[in-house]
Protein backbone atom coordinates (compact mmCIF):
# COMPACT_ATOMS: atom_id res chain seq x y z
CA UNK A 1 0.00 0.00 0.00
CA UNK A 2 1.72 3.31 -0.99
CA UNK A 3 2.00 6.00 1.93
CA UNK A 4 -0.70 8.63 0.72
CA UNK A 5 -3.21 5.36 0.87
CA UNK A 6 -2.46 4.41 4.02
CA UNK A 7 -2.41 8.19 5.23
CA UNK A 8 -5.95 8.78 3.74
CA UNK A 9 -6.92 5.51 5.92
CA UNK A 10 -5.77 6.97 8.72
CA UNK A 11 -7.84 10.22 8.48
CA UNK A 12 -10.87 8.45 6.81
CA UNK A 13 -11.05 6.06 10.07
CA UNK A 14 -10.38 9.64 11.99
CA UNK A 15 -13.21 10.98 10.67
CA UNK A 16 -15.84 8.11 10.94
CA UNK A 17 -14.74 7.38 14.18
CA UNK A 18 -15.01 11.27 15.19
CA UNK A 19 -18.50 10.72 13.45
CA UNK A 20 -19.86 8.08 15.36
CA UNK A 21 -18.66 9.66 18.48
CA UNK A 22 -19.97 12.73 18.04
CA UNK A 23 -23.36 10.93 18.15
CA UNK A 24 -22.53 8.63 21.03
CA UNK A 25 -21.12 10.87 23.48
CA UNK A 26 -23.79 12.46 26.47
CA UNK A 27 -21.47 15.78 27.04
CA UNK A 28 -22.36 18.60 24.57
CA UNK A 29 -18.15 19.56 24.51
CA UNK A 30 -18.01 16.22 24.20
CA UNK A 31 -20.11 15.92 21.36
CA UNK A 32 -18.23 19.46 20.08
CA UNK A 33 -14.89 18.13 20.23
CA UNK A 34 -15.70 15.06 18.21
CA UNK A 35 -16.82 17.16 15.45
CA UNK A 36 -13.94 19.21 15.28
CA UNK A 37 -11.58 15.53 15.02
CA UNK A 38 -14.06 15.42 12.20
CA UNK A 39 -13.39 18.78 10.58
CA UNK A 40 -9.43 18.19 10.80
CA UNK A 41 -9.28 15.19 9.57
CA UNK A 42 -11.68 16.26 6.30
CA UNK A 43 -8.97 19.17 6.07
CA UNK A 44 -6.08 16.52 6.10
CA UNK A 45 -8.10 14.71 3.15
CA UNK A 46 -7.87 17.79 1.01
CA UNK A 47 -4.79 18.44 1.54
CA UNK A 48 -4.19 14.93 0.63
CA UNK A 49 -6.57 15.51 -2.59
CA UNK A 50 -3.99 18.54 -3.47
CA UNK A 51 -6.31 21.08 -2.11
CA UNK A 52 -4.49 23.60 0.16
CA UNK A 53 -6.17 26.10 -0.14
CA UNK A 54 -9.65 24.39 0.89
CA UNK A 55 -7.80 22.25 3.64
CA UNK A 56 -6.38 25.41 5.34
CA UNK A 57 -10.13 27.20 4.69
CA UNK A 58 -11.62 24.32 6.03
CA UNK A 59 -9.72 24.67 9.51
CA UNK A 60 -9.91 28.21 9.37
CA UNK A 61 -13.57 28.49 8.96
CA UNK A 62 -14.83 25.32 10.36
CA UNK A 63 -12.33 23.56 12.57
CA UNK A 64 -11.99 27.43 14.25
CA UNK A 65 -14.58 29.90 14.10
CA UNK A 66 -17.19 28.00 14.02
CA UNK A 67 -16.52 25.36 16.53
CA UNK A 68 -15.15 27.87 18.42
CA UNK A 69 -18.62 29.63 18.48
CA UNK A 70 -19.94 26.37 19.42
CA UNK A 71 -17.94 25.52 22.20
CA UNK A 72 -18.30 28.85 23.48
CA UNK A 73 -21.95 28.55 23.60
CA UNK A 74 -21.95 25.29 25.38
CA UNK A 75 -19.75 26.56 27.98
CA UNK A 76 -20.99 29.73 28.14
CA UNK A 77 -25.08 28.17 28.86
CA UNK A 78 -23.02 25.58 31.07
CA UNK A 79 -24.76 22.68 29.30
CA UNK A 80 -24.41 19.22 31.53
CA UNK A 81 -24.61 16.06 30.22
CA UNK A 82 -27.77 15.00 28.11
CA UNK A 83 -29.92 12.26 29.50
CA UNK A 84 -30.23 9.14 26.75
CA UNK A 85 -34.04 8.80 25.53
CA UNK A 86 -35.86 6.17 23.48
CA UNK A 87 -35.74 7.13 19.76
CA UNK A 88 -38.32 9.09 18.45
CA UNK A 89 -40.83 6.64 16.12
CA UNK A 90 -39.92 9.33 13.12
CA UNK A 91 -36.25 7.80 13.64
CA UNK A 92 -37.09 4.21 14.23
CA UNK A 93 -39.65 4.17 11.64
CA UNK A 94 -38.26 6.70 8.92
CA UNK A 95 -34.43 6.65 9.74
CA UNK A 96 -33.77 3.14 9.21
CA UNK A 97 -34.88 2.29 5.62
CA UNK A 98 -33.70 5.78 4.68
CA UNK A 99 -29.91 4.98 5.80
CA UNK A 100 -30.41 1.49 3.78
CA UNK A 101 -31.69 3.48 1.02
CA UNK A 102 -28.12 5.84 1.14
CA UNK A 103 -25.82 3.05 1.60
CA UNK A 104 -27.57 1.13 -1.01
CA UNK A 105 -27.38 4.15 -3.23
CA UNK A 106 -23.56 5.13 -2.30
CA UNK A 107 -22.56 1.54 -3.04
CA UNK A 108 -24.74 1.15 -6.26
CA UNK A 109 -22.49 4.32 -7.55
CA UNK A 110 -19.27 3.16 -6.38
CA UNK A 111 -19.29 -0.47 -7.69
CA UNK A 112 -20.42 1.00 -11.16
CA UNK A 113 -17.89 4.10 -11.90
CA UNK A 114 -14.93 2.16 -9.87
CA UNK A 115 -13.28 2.93 -6.58
CA UNK A 116 -12.37 6.48 -7.64
CA UNK A 117 -15.84 7.97 -8.70
CA UNK A 118 -14.63 10.78 -10.37
CA UNK A 119 -11.23 12.93 -10.00
CA UNK A 120 -10.83 15.86 -8.80
CA UNK A 121 -10.05 18.95 -10.92
CA UNK A 122 -6.64 19.84 -9.85
CA UNK A 123 -4.63 21.72 -12.11
CA UNK A 124 -1.38 20.37 -11.78
CA UNK A 125 0.04 18.23 -9.16
CA UNK A 126 -1.14 21.25 -6.31
CA UNK A 127 -3.74 23.76 -7.48
CA UNK A 128 -2.24 27.20 -6.27
CA UNK A 129 -4.03 29.39 -4.63
CA UNK A 130 -4.62 32.52 -7.34
CA UNK A 131 -6.46 29.45 -9.73
CA UNK A 132 -8.67 28.81 -7.28
CA UNK A 133 -9.60 32.98 -6.88
CA UNK A 134 -9.66 33.11 -10.35
CA UNK A 135 -12.10 30.89 -11.03
CA UNK A 136 -14.29 31.96 -8.40
CA UNK A 137 -13.60 35.09 -9.93
CA UNK A 138 -14.63 34.56 -13.36
CA UNK A 139 -16.06 31.13 -14.36
CA UNK A 140 -18.58 31.25 -11.08
CA UNK A 141 -18.60 34.99 -9.94
CA UNK A 142 -22.30 35.18 -9.69
CA UNK A 143 -22.92 32.04 -7.65
CA UNK A 144 -20.48 33.34 -5.56
CA UNK A 145 -21.37 36.79 -5.04
CA UNK A 146 -24.69 35.49 -4.43
CA UNK A 147 -23.69 33.52 -1.64
CA UNK A 148 -21.64 36.43 0.01
CA UNK A 149 -25.24 38.00 -0.24
CA UNK A 150 -26.60 35.28 1.34
CA UNK A 151 -24.31 35.45 4.09
CA UNK A 152 -24.55 38.92 4.61
CA UNK A 153 -28.52 38.09 5.07
CA UNK A 154 -27.54 35.81 7.78
CA UNK A 155 -25.52 38.34 9.60
CA UNK A 156 -27.89 41.46 9.38
CA UNK A 157 -30.69 38.81 10.28
CA UNK A 158 -28.32 37.67 13.34
CA UNK A 159 -27.93 41.60 14.68
CA UNK A 160 -31.82 42.50 14.25
CA UNK A 161 -32.42 39.41 16.29
CA UNK A 162 -30.06 40.38 19.13
CA UNK A 163 -31.45 44.00 18.87
CA UNK A 164 -34.50 43.24 19.29
CA UNK A 165 -33.99 41.51 22.79
CA UNK A 166 -32.11 43.92 23.82
CA UNK A 167 -34.86 46.81 23.29
CA UNK B 1 -8.03 5.59 -5.89
CA UNK B 2 -4.66 5.41 -6.54
CA UNK B 3 -3.99 7.31 -9.58
CA UNK B 4 -5.73 10.50 -6.95
CA UNK B 5 -2.71 9.91 -4.95
CA UNK B 6 -0.24 9.94 -7.48
CA UNK B 7 1.08 13.19 -6.90
CA UNK B 8 1.98 12.66 -3.74
CA UNK B 9 3.69 9.45 -4.23
CA UNK B 10 6.49 10.55 -5.01
CA UNK B 11 6.75 13.20 -2.45
CA UNK B 12 5.85 10.76 0.67
CA UNK B 13 7.97 7.75 -0.11
CA UNK B 14 11.35 9.83 -1.24
CA UNK B 15 14.54 8.87 0.14
CA UNK B 16 14.53 8.02 3.52
CA UNK B 17 17.49 10.71 4.32
CA UNK B 18 14.31 13.06 3.78
CA UNK B 19 12.74 11.60 6.57
CA UNK B 20 15.88 11.15 8.82
CA UNK B 21 16.78 14.93 7.46
CA UNK B 22 13.53 16.46 8.54
CA UNK B 23 13.10 14.51 11.77
CA UNK B 24 17.08 15.75 12.73
CA UNK B 25 15.77 19.42 12.01
CA UNK B 26 12.49 19.53 14.02
CA UNK B 27 14.17 17.78 17.16
CA UNK B 28 16.63 20.67 16.78
CA UNK B 29 14.24 23.37 16.42
CA UNK B 30 12.57 21.99 19.30
CA UNK B 31 15.45 22.23 21.47
CA UNK B 32 16.23 25.28 20.61
CA UNK B 33 12.72 26.98 21.43
CA UNK B 34 12.47 25.53 24.23
CA UNK B 35 15.65 26.77 25.39
CA UNK B 36 14.84 29.77 23.70
CA UNK B 37 11.65 30.18 25.76
CA UNK B 38 12.89 29.48 29.24
CA UNK B 39 15.98 31.83 28.62
CA UNK B 40 12.49 34.46 27.56
CA UNK B 41 11.31 33.98 30.83
CA UNK B 42 14.67 35.03 32.66
CA UNK B 43 14.60 37.85 30.30
CA UNK B 44 11.63 38.98 30.97
CA UNK B 45 11.93 39.17 34.24
CA UNK B 46 15.29 40.66 34.00
CA UNK B 47 14.29 43.57 32.21
CA UNK B 48 10.71 44.16 33.94
CA UNK B 49 13.04 44.13 37.15
CA UNK B 50 15.46 46.84 35.87
CA UNK B 51 12.60 48.44 34.42
CA UNK B 52 11.36 49.26 37.81
CA UNK B 53 14.77 49.47 39.92
CA UNK B 54 14.68 45.69 41.54
CA UNK B 55 17.74 43.24 40.52
CA UNK B 56 15.66 40.51 39.14
CA UNK B 57 16.69 37.17 39.60
CA UNK B 58 19.95 36.37 40.67
CA UNK B 59 20.49 34.01 43.01
CA UNK B 60 20.87 30.90 41.59
CA UNK B 61 24.12 30.62 39.13
CA UNK B 62 25.58 34.06 38.12
CA UNK B 63 22.56 36.61 37.17
CA UNK B 64 20.07 34.59 37.67
CA UNK B 65 21.30 32.61 34.37
CA UNK B 66 20.52 28.83 36.04
CA UNK B 67 16.96 30.55 37.01
CA UNK B 68 15.11 28.91 34.19
CA UNK B 69 17.39 25.61 34.96
CA UNK B 70 15.81 25.49 38.51
CA UNK B 71 12.28 26.62 37.49
CA UNK B 72 12.34 23.95 35.28
CA UNK B 73 12.98 21.44 37.90
CA UNK B 74 10.45 22.61 40.27
CA UNK B 75 7.80 21.95 37.60
CA UNK B 76 8.91 18.85 37.30
CA UNK B 77 9.19 17.83 40.70
CA UNK B 78 5.99 19.49 42.16
CA UNK B 79 2.95 17.45 43.32
CA UNK B 80 0.81 17.01 40.09
CA UNK B 81 -2.76 18.03 41.80
CA UNK B 82 -5.82 17.17 39.38
CA UNK B 83 -8.98 19.06 41.42
CA UNK B 84 -12.04 16.52 41.96
CA UNK B 85 -14.79 16.89 39.84
CA UNK B 86 -12.73 17.64 36.52
CA UNK B 87 -13.47 16.69 33.01
CA UNK B 88 -10.46 13.94 33.14
CA UNK B 89 -9.83 13.85 29.20
CA UNK B 90 -10.59 17.39 28.43
CA UNK B 91 -8.68 18.57 31.44
CA UNK B 92 -5.75 16.53 30.41
CA UNK B 93 -5.61 17.34 26.68
CA UNK B 94 -5.96 21.01 26.60
CA UNK B 95 -2.37 21.71 27.66
CA UNK B 96 -1.41 19.38 25.36
CA UNK B 97 -3.25 20.70 22.42
CA UNK B 98 -1.77 24.58 23.64
CA UNK B 99 1.65 23.17 23.68
CA UNK B 100 1.67 21.14 20.52
CA UNK B 101 -0.47 23.61 18.46
CA UNK B 102 1.81 26.59 19.45
CA UNK B 103 5.00 24.58 18.71
CA UNK B 104 3.68 23.07 15.43
CA UNK B 105 3.35 26.81 13.79
CA UNK B 106 7.19 26.91 14.00
CA UNK B 107 7.11 24.64 11.26
CA UNK B 108 6.12 26.55 8.30
CA UNK B 109 8.58 30.22 9.78
CA UNK B 110 11.58 30.41 7.36
CA UNK B 111 14.52 31.28 9.13
CA UNK B 112 16.81 32.06 6.09
CA UNK B 113 16.95 32.09 2.24
CA UNK B 114 20.01 29.92 1.88
CA UNK B 115 20.51 26.25 2.34
CA UNK B 116 23.59 25.43 4.53
CA UNK B 117 26.56 24.88 1.95
CA UNK B 118 27.24 21.36 2.41
CA UNK B 119 24.22 18.71 1.84
CA UNK B 120 23.03 15.94 4.00
CA UNK B 121 23.62 12.14 2.89
CA UNK B 122 21.40 11.76 0.08
CA UNK B 123 22.44 14.77 -1.47
CA UNK B 124 19.12 16.55 0.24
CA UNK B 125 19.85 20.32 0.57
CA UNK B 126 19.81 21.54 4.25
CA UNK B 127 17.00 24.33 4.01
CA UNK B 128 16.60 27.12 7.17
CA UNK B 129 12.90 25.68 7.59
CA UNK B 130 11.37 22.77 8.21
CA UNK B 131 8.61 23.04 5.69
CA UNK B 132 7.93 25.81 3.00
CA UNK B 133 4.41 25.58 1.92
CA UNK B 134 2.96 27.98 -0.68
CA UNK B 135 0.03 28.72 1.66
CA UNK B 136 2.21 28.97 5.18
CA UNK B 137 0.46 32.32 5.83
CA UNK B 138 -2.74 30.57 6.10
CA UNK B 139 -1.26 27.45 7.87
CA UNK B 140 -0.35 29.74 10.62
CA UNK B 141 -3.83 31.13 10.81
CA UNK B 142 -5.27 27.93 10.86
CA UNK B 143 -3.28 27.14 13.95
CA UNK B 144 -3.67 30.43 15.56
CA UNK B 145 -7.47 29.63 15.04
CA UNK B 146 -7.34 26.05 17.04
CA UNK B 147 -5.24 27.62 19.52
CA UNK B 148 -8.19 28.80 20.93
CA UNK B 149 -9.13 25.65 21.93
CA UNK B 150 -6.20 24.92 24.57
CA UNK B 151 -7.52 27.74 26.91
CA UNK B 152 -10.83 27.59 26.94
CA UNK B 153 -11.11 23.88 27.43
CA UNK B 154 -8.96 24.28 30.06
CA UNK B 155 -10.94 26.80 31.71
CA UNK B 156 -14.25 24.62 30.94
CA UNK B 157 -12.54 21.34 32.22
CA UNK B 158 -11.00 22.58 35.14
CA UNK B 159 -14.61 22.60 37.07
CA UNK B 160 -14.29 26.15 38.61
CA UNK B 161 -15.46 29.00 39.02
CA UNK B 162 -12.59 31.30 37.99
CA UNK B 163 -11.18 29.17 35.06
CA UNK B 164 -14.44 28.96 33.59
CA UNK B 165 -14.78 33.08 33.59
CA UNK B 166 -11.07 33.12 32.28
CA UNK B 167 -11.46 30.58 29.55
CA UNK B 168 -14.82 32.35 28.28
CA UNK B 169 -13.12 36.04 28.42
CA UNK B 170 -10.41 34.62 26.74
CA UNK B 171 -11.92 32.37 23.76
CA UNK B 172 -14.07 35.44 23.40
CA UNK B 173 -11.36 37.71 23.22
CA UNK B 174 -9.54 35.74 21.13
CA UNK B 175 -12.30 35.19 18.46
CA UNK B 176 -12.89 38.72 18.52
CA UNK B 177 -8.98 39.98 17.84
CA UNK B 178 -8.72 37.00 15.14
CA UNK B 179 -11.28 38.90 12.97
CA UNK B 180 -8.29 41.96 13.03
CA UNK B 181 -5.34 39.65 13.41
CA UNK B 182 -6.52 38.02 9.78
CA UNK B 183 -8.02 41.46 8.07
CA UNK B 184 -4.75 43.21 8.80
CA UNK B 185 -2.62 40.96 7.28
CA UNK B 186 -4.78 41.30 3.79
CA UNK B 187 -3.14 44.48 2.32
CA UNK B 188 0.23 42.32 2.96
CA UNK B 189 -0.63 39.69 1.33
CA UNK B 190 -2.13 41.49 -1.87
CA UNK B 191 0.97 43.24 -2.04
CA UNK B 192 2.98 39.99 -2.24
CA UNK B 193 0.05 38.17 -4.13
CA UNK B 194 0.91 35.32 -2.08
CA UNK B 195 0.27 33.39 1.05
CA UNK B 196 3.96 31.73 1.08
CA UNK B 197 6.42 33.64 3.42
CA UNK B 198 9.30 33.09 2.04
CA UNK B 199 7.62 34.93 -1.32
CA UNK B 200 6.57 37.93 0.99
CA UNK B 201 10.07 38.57 2.22
CA UNK B 202 10.96 38.26 -1.41
CA UNK B 203 8.76 41.20 -2.68
CA UNK B 204 10.04 43.35 0.69
CA UNK B 205 13.18 43.15 -1.16
CA UNK B 206 13.61 47.08 -3.02
CA UNK B 207 17.11 46.58 -4.11
CA UNK B 208 16.10 46.22 -7.58
CA UNK B 209 13.26 48.92 -7.50
CA UNK B 210 15.50 51.93 -7.53
CA UNK B 211 14.25 53.18 -4.12
CA UNK B 212 17.93 54.31 -3.80
CA UNK B 213 18.27 50.55 -2.75
CA UNK B 214 17.44 51.17 0.76
CA UNK B 215 15.74 48.11 1.70
CA UNK B 216 13.64 49.24 4.41
CA UNK B 217 11.36 51.40 1.89
CA UNK B 218 10.09 48.53 0.45
CA UNK B 219 9.12 46.60 3.94
CA UNK B 220 5.38 46.61 4.47
CA UNK B 221 6.00 48.46 7.52
CA UNK B 222 6.47 51.46 5.47
CA UNK B 223 3.21 50.46 3.14
CA UNK B 224 1.57 49.11 5.71
CA UNK B 225 2.01 50.78 8.40
CA UNK B 226 -1.55 50.75 8.98
CA UNK B 227 -1.81 46.91 8.89
CA UNK B 228 1.52 46.34 10.97
CA UNK B 229 -0.02 48.46 13.96
CA UNK B 230 -3.56 46.33 13.83
CA UNK B 231 -1.99 43.39 13.57
CA UNK B 232 0.84 43.90 16.43
CA UNK B 233 -2.04 45.00 18.72
CA UNK B 234 -4.26 41.91 17.57
CA UNK B 235 -1.33 39.95 17.96
CA UNK B 236 -0.32 40.37 22.18
CA UNK B 237 -4.01 40.23 22.24
CA UNK B 238 -4.00 37.03 20.55
CA UNK B 239 -1.43 35.92 22.58
CA UNK B 240 -2.84 36.84 25.75
CA UNK B 241 -0.02 39.31 26.43
CA UNK B 242 -0.14 42.42 28.62
CA UNK B 243 -2.17 44.78 28.03
CA UNK B 244 -4.77 42.58 27.05
CA UNK B 245 -4.14 39.74 29.52
CA UNK B 246 -7.63 39.77 31.18
CA UNK B 247 -7.94 36.05 30.86
CA UNK B 248 -5.26 35.97 33.47
CA UNK B 249 -6.02 38.63 35.40
CA UNK B 250 -5.05 37.86 39.16
CA UNK B 251 -6.93 40.78 40.82
CA UNK B 252 -10.19 39.50 39.43
CA UNK B 253 -9.78 36.02 38.42
CA UNK B 254 -7.23 34.24 40.50
CA UNK B 255 -4.85 33.21 37.43
CA UNK B 256 -7.55 32.91 35.08
CA UNK B 257 -7.73 29.55 32.64
CA UNK B 258 -4.60 27.73 34.05
CA UNK B 259 -5.41 28.11 37.78
CA UNK B 260 -6.32 24.76 38.55
CA UNK B 261 -3.16 23.38 36.46
CA UNK B 262 -0.19 22.51 38.60
CA UNK B 263 3.24 21.16 37.79
CA UNK B 264 4.25 20.65 34.70
CA UNK B 265 0.57 20.81 33.24
CA UNK B 266 0.87 24.43 33.87
CA UNK B 267 4.34 24.70 32.37
CA UNK B 268 2.71 23.09 29.29
CA UNK B 269 0.99 26.44 29.14
CA UNK B 270 3.90 28.75 30.14
CA UNK B 271 5.66 27.03 27.41
CA UNK B 272 2.66 27.60 24.75
CA UNK B 273 2.30 31.06 25.59
CA UNK B 274 5.89 32.27 25.26
CA UNK B 275 6.30 29.85 22.09
CA UNK B 276 3.03 31.85 20.62
CA UNK B 277 5.56 35.30 21.46
CA UNK B 278 8.23 33.75 19.28
CA UNK B 279 6.27 32.91 16.84
CA UNK B 280 4.04 36.10 16.20
CA UNK B 281 7.51 38.15 16.87
CA UNK B 282 8.94 36.07 13.64
CA UNK B 283 5.55 36.56 11.83
CA UNK B 284 5.81 40.44 12.02
CA UNK B 285 9.35 40.06 10.78
CA UNK B 286 8.44 38.76 8.37
CA UNK B 287 5.32 40.19 7.13
CA UNK B 288 6.70 43.90 7.97
CA UNK B 289 10.24 44.16 8.31
CA UNK B 290 11.52 42.41 5.66
CA UNK B 291 12.51 39.43 7.17
CA UNK B 292 15.76 38.60 6.78
CA UNK B 293 16.59 41.30 4.84
CA UNK B 294 19.04 43.70 5.81
CA UNK B 295 18.07 47.06 5.98
CA UNK B 296 20.81 48.73 4.47
CA UNK B 297 21.53 48.73 0.65
CA UNK B 298 23.42 46.14 -0.99
CA UNK B 299 26.23 48.92 -1.96
CA UNK B 300 30.06 47.89 -2.19
CA UNK B 301 30.38 51.26 0.35
CA UNK B 302 28.04 49.69 2.92
CA UNK B 303 29.75 46.46 2.71
CA UNK B 304 31.41 46.70 6.25
CA UNK B 305 27.54 46.64 7.42
CA UNK B 306 28.13 42.94 7.31
CA UNK B 307 30.30 42.71 10.20
CA UNK B 308 27.51 43.96 12.17
CA UNK B 309 26.75 40.45 14.07
CA UNK B 310 30.49 40.76 15.21
CA UNK B 311 30.29 44.42 16.15
CA UNK B 312 27.53 43.29 18.37
CA UNK B 313 28.92 40.33 19.48
CA UNK B 314 32.63 41.38 20.47
CA UNK B 315 32.02 43.92 22.65
CA UNK B 316 29.57 42.39 24.23
CA UNK B 317 31.55 38.94 25.24
CA UNK B 318 34.21 41.51 26.44
CA UNK B 319 31.84 42.81 28.30
CA UNK B 320 30.60 39.71 29.60
CA UNK B 321 34.26 38.64 30.72
CA UNK B 322 34.80 42.27 32.39
CA UNK B 323 31.96 42.43 34.86
CA UNK B 324 32.74 38.56 35.59
CA UNK B 325 35.73 38.92 36.46
CA UNK B 326 34.50 41.30 39.32
CA UNK B 327 31.23 39.23 39.99
CA UNK B 328 31.18 38.57 43.65
CA UNK B 329 31.09 35.05 43.91
CA UNK B 330 34.16 32.74 43.06
CA UNK B 331 31.35 30.31 40.57
CA UNK B 332 30.83 33.79 38.27
CA UNK B 333 34.27 35.28 38.42
CA UNK B 334 34.67 31.75 36.64
CA UNK B 335 31.49 30.96 34.71
CA UNK B 336 30.86 34.38 33.53
CA UNK B 337 34.53 35.09 31.60
CA UNK B 338 34.09 31.59 30.02
CA UNK B 339 30.49 32.25 28.42
CA UNK B 340 31.77 35.90 27.66
CA UNK B 341 35.29 34.40 25.62
CA UNK B 342 33.21 32.30 23.81
CA UNK B 343 30.50 35.21 22.47
CA UNK B 344 33.94 37.39 22.17
CA UNK B 345 35.50 34.56 20.00
CA UNK B 346 32.44 33.75 17.59
CA UNK B 347 32.32 37.87 16.84
CA UNK B 348 36.31 37.85 16.61
CA UNK B 349 35.87 35.09 13.74
CA UNK B 350 33.23 36.63 12.04
CA UNK B 351 35.49 39.74 11.86
CA UNK B 352 38.34 37.74 10.84
CA UNK B 353 36.47 36.90 7.84
CA UNK B 354 37.59 40.08 6.77
CA UNK B 355 41.15 37.87 5.93
CA UNK B 356 39.81 34.94 5.95
CA UNK B 357 38.13 33.08 3.34
CA UNK B 358 36.21 30.23 4.94
CA UNK B 359 35.19 32.51 8.00
CA UNK B 360 34.09 35.32 5.28
CA UNK B 361 31.66 32.67 3.72
CA UNK B 362 30.29 32.17 7.11
CA UNK B 363 29.99 35.79 8.25
CA UNK B 364 28.25 36.12 4.91
CA UNK B 365 26.20 33.10 5.33
CA UNK B 366 24.88 34.15 8.88
CA UNK B 367 23.88 37.32 7.71
CA UNK B 368 20.31 36.72 6.60
CA UNK B 369 19.77 34.94 9.90
CA UNK B 370 21.33 37.23 11.45
CA UNK B 371 18.63 40.13 10.93
CA UNK B 372 16.15 37.88 11.28
CA UNK B 373 17.39 36.81 15.15
CA UNK B 374 18.17 40.48 15.79
CA UNK B 375 14.39 41.65 14.49
CA UNK B 376 12.53 38.51 15.84
CA UNK B 377 14.60 39.34 19.23
CA UNK B 378 13.33 43.22 18.85
CA UNK B 379 9.91 42.30 18.97
CA UNK B 380 10.20 39.68 21.72
CA UNK B 381 11.48 42.76 23.78
CA UNK B 382 8.49 45.10 23.05
CA UNK B 383 6.64 42.52 24.33
CA UNK B 384 8.30 42.80 27.38
CA UNK B 385 8.46 46.30 27.59
CA UNK B 386 4.88 46.44 27.46
CA UNK B 387 4.44 44.33 29.64
CA UNK B 388 6.34 46.78 31.95
CA UNK B 389 5.16 49.69 30.45
CA UNK B 390 1.09 49.24 30.19
CA UNK B 391 -2.03 48.62 32.56
CA UNK B 392 -4.31 46.45 31.52
CA UNK B 393 -7.41 47.29 29.58
CA UNK B 394 -10.62 46.96 31.54
CA UNK B 395 -12.66 44.38 29.51
CA UNK B 396 -15.26 46.33 27.96
CA UNK B 397 -12.38 48.72 26.65
CA UNK B 398 -10.85 45.71 25.19
CA UNK B 399 -13.95 44.64 23.02
CA UNK B 400 -14.47 48.21 22.00
CA UNK B 401 -10.88 48.13 20.71
CA UNK B 402 -11.02 44.93 18.99
CA UNK B 403 -14.87 45.55 17.38
CA UNK B 404 -14.81 49.39 16.74
CA UNK B 405 -11.49 50.39 15.56
CA UNK B 406 -8.93 47.44 14.60
CA UNK B 407 -11.41 45.65 12.75
CA UNK B 408 -12.87 48.80 10.68
CA UNK B 409 -9.15 50.43 10.47
CA UNK B 410 -7.69 47.06 9.01
CA UNK B 411 -10.39 47.23 6.77
CA UNK B 412 -10.26 50.38 5.08
CA UNK B 413 -6.41 49.77 4.83
CA UNK B 414 -7.41 46.62 3.03
CA UNK B 415 -9.92 48.98 0.66
CA UNK B 416 -7.14 51.11 -0.06
CA UNK B 417 -4.60 48.88 -0.43
CA UNK B 418 -6.60 47.05 -2.90
CA UNK B 419 -7.61 49.98 -4.92
CA UNK B 420 -3.71 50.97 -5.16
CA UNK B 421 -2.66 47.39 -6.24
CA UNK B 422 -5.49 47.32 -8.61
CA UNK B 423 -4.38 50.48 -10.06
CA UNK B 424 -0.86 50.34 -10.14
CA UNK B 425 -1.69 46.71 -12.03
CA UNK B 426 -3.82 48.55 -14.30
CA UNK B 427 -0.96 50.95 -15.21
Known amino acids: MSAPLVIFFVLAALAVIGAVSLILQRHPIHSALSLIVVMVALAGLYLLMGAEFVAAVQIIVYGGAIMVLFVFVIMLLNAGEEERTDFSKLAKFGGLPLALGLTGLLAATMTRHGASVRNPDTAGSLAPTGQISTLLFTTFVYPFELTSFLILVAIIGALVLAQREKG | ?427
Open chain 2, 1 to 427: MTALFSHLDSALSGAPGYWVLTLIKIALLLFIVLTVNAYLTWFERKVVAFMQTRMGPHRVGPHGLLQPAADGLKFLFKEDVMPGGVDKFVYLLAPFLALTLSLASLAVIPFGPNPLPFHFFGGHQINLWITNPDIGLLILFAITALGVYGVALAGWASNSKYPLLGGLRSSAQMVSYELALTMSVVGVVLMANSFSLTDIINQQDSSKLGFFGWNIIGWHSFTQIVGFFCFFTAAIAETNRVPFDLPEAESELVAGFHTEYSSFKFAMFFIAEYTSMITVSALCTILFFGGWQSPFPDWPSLHFTHYLPSAILLPFGLWVIYDGLKYETIWGRLVLPVIGGVIALIGALLLAGRWITPLYQANEFIQAPFWLLLKIFFFLFFYVWARGTLPRFRYDQLMNIGWKLLLPVSIVNVIITAAVVLLRYKA
